[in-house]
Nanobody, 127 residues
Framework: QVQLVESGGGSVQVGGSLRLSCAAS????????MGWFRQAPGKEREFVAA????????YLLDSVEGRFTISRDNAKNTVDLQMNSLKPEDTAVYYC????????????????????WGQGTQVTVYS
């Protein structure tokens, strides 16, 4: 069992930056692969970024490539999402998620690849 708590959301002007953090409970955090998803009002939850258990593999949504970076610290049980050059279309509730095994590697860009979810943190980008 893994419990996830996101923090770092807020309101920022276009072009600004935010750093989201997800703190995980449990001693087995390093065995989980992690992801960030987002959901805007009236839209489905979409994949944003993912990172393998070791941090050696990272994956990003095309539209955030070059602007967002995902990282993890297994000693601190945290996974971060650094978001730069924010745009209004980045406005959404951002969720942290944990998954494992072959299912994650096969479905890392889908909610089907994850077993545990945080409660979400709101990000609003205004012009």
């Amino acid at each position: 069992q893994v419990q996830l708590v996101e923090s770092g959301g807020g309101s920022v002007q276009v072009g600004g930056s935010l750093r989201l953090s997800c703190a995980a409970s449990g001693r087995t955090f390093s065995s989980y692969c992690m992801g960030w998803f987002r959901q805007a009002p009236g839209k489905e939850r979409e994949f944003v970024a993912a990172i393998s258990w070791s941090g050696g593999g990272t994956y990003l949504l095309d539209s955030v490539e070059g602007r967002f970076t995902i990282s993890r610290d297994n000693a601190k049980n945290t996974v971060d999402l650094q978001m730069n050059s924010l745009k209004p279309e980045d406005t959404a509730v951002y969720y942290c998620a944990a998954g494992s095994g072959s299912r994650w590697y096969n479905f890392l860009r889908s909610i089907a690849g994850y077993d545990y979810w945080g409660q979400g943190t709101q990000v609003t980008v205004y012009s």
